[in-house]
């Protein structure tokens, strides 16, 4: 079993920045793909950033490219997600998630995930 938490939201103006950081336990999660979502009700939870096991290959979508950026230091079983030049619609819950995968690929359905952290809430005013 993996266990994530994740922390670093808060409320900031929009053009601020914000890192949130995925910390697992449990397991080592080298060997795991990581994938940062994010969920504002009424909508579904959407993917914004997926990182492979050895962090090699990322994937980002595409209305935060060039604003986020998502790291990880497996060393410290932990996995970043930068966030800068915020605006209002970053408004969400974010969460991280992880599924064991062996082949450096990032994913980007949800459905792909078996652990998920229980979400920080990121509000960016205008």
């Known amino acids: 079993q993996v266990q994530l938490v994740e922390s670093g939201g808060g409320m900031v103006q929009a053009g601020a920045s914000l890192r949130l950081t995925c910390t697992a336990s449990g397991r080592a999660i080298g060997s795991y793909a990581i994938g940062w979502f994010r969920q504002a009700p009424p909508e579904a939870r959407e993917h914004v950033a997926a990182i492979s096991s050895n962090g090699d290959n990322i994937h980002y979508k595409d209305s935060v490219k060039g604003r986020f950026t998502v790291s990880r230091d497996n060393a410290q079983n932990t996995v970043f997600l930068q966030m800068d030049s915020l605006k209002p619609e970053d408004t969400a819950v974010y969460f991280c998630?992880?599924?064991?995968?062996?082949?450096?690929?990032?994913?980007?359905?949800?459905?792909?995930?078996?652990?998920w952290g229980q979400g920080t809430q990121v509000t960016v005013s205008s």
């Open positions: 998630a992880a599924r064991a995968s062996g082949d450096n690929a990032w994913y980007i359905q949800p459905t792909s995930y078996n652990y």
